[in-house]
């Protein structure tokens, strides 16, 4: 579903990420782990159109992708980003409809919000509150609906569990799988190394703004190099 070979990202003198390849087929769930400065998000913001490449190349379903953020949103390619950025002298109901701006399918927009207030029950008693006064896991929830609305095929998530309590950090990544089962892709950036490969089917290791290692995720689950780097295992 999505192809990308040798990306090239430059912040000024900073060579940020250094031929990075990476696929992602559809129906899987992919994530990318890594430490702090990695370039984890760089990747994710180079696919979404918000920081510019200066080498590479990306193909979603065969055909090149568009380099406008918002041309990336209606082939089918939603980020939820990290930080959960909602708007938040809007209402949640606001905050959710505002992801479905670019589409005009008025009766397929209603099921997709009674979705998405299946997958957050919450969000339904919330629908009239303003975001920012939101709890940090409704928040968060909030974000990821958001970006349902828009009917991605593929959805890309950034540290969707970050700074999140243990309990609602296990809601979010059950969300993840309930996503998938949706039909949706997922490619997943997330510190939480331990859940991101229980869950994954593939993955990436980034280092240094390069992938030094791939594969079956519950493989390197139980790579003693990645135990010991991202998950703490001493060897």
Do not use: W
Not at 12 to 22: E, P
Not at 74 to 102: H, S, W
């Amino acid at each position: 579903m999505l192809e990308v070979e040798n990306l090239h990202v430059h912040y000024g003198g900073i060579h940020a990420l250094r031929g990075v390849s990476i696929s992602v087929g559809q129906g899987e769930i992919v994530t990318i782990i890594g430490a702090n400065g990695a370039g984890k998000s760089t990747l994710l913001n180079a696919i979404s159109g918000i920081v510019k490449t200066s080498e590479g190349a990306m193909t979603f379903k065969g055909s090149p992708l568009p380099t406008a953020s918002c041309a990336i949103v209606k082939q089918g390619i939603c980020q939820v980003p990290e930080g959960r950025l909602v708007f938040a002298n809007l209402t949640v109901l606001d905050n959710l409809m505002l992801g479905a701006y670019l589409r005009h399918d008025h009766k397929a927009i209603k099921s997709d919000l009674d979705r998405v207030y299946e997958l957050f029950p919450r969000l339904r008693e919330r629908a009239g509150q303003m975001a920012g006064t939101l709890s940090g896991g409704e928040q968060q929830m909030l974000t990821i609906g958001r970006g349902l609305m828009s009917d991605p095929e593929l959805v890309l998530l950034d540290e969707p569990s970050l700074g999140l309590a243990p309990i609602l950090v296990e809601t979010i990544f059950q969300v993840i799988e309930d996503i998938r089962k949706a039909g949706k892709t997922l490619l997943l950036v997330e510190q939480n190394a331990h859940k991101a490969l229980s869950t994954a089917d593939r993955a990436y290791v980034l280092e240094q703004g390069q992938i030094v290692k791939s594969g079956n995720a519950r493989e390197l689950l139980d790579d003693p190099s990645i135990q010991e780097s991202y998950l703490g295992v001493k060897q």
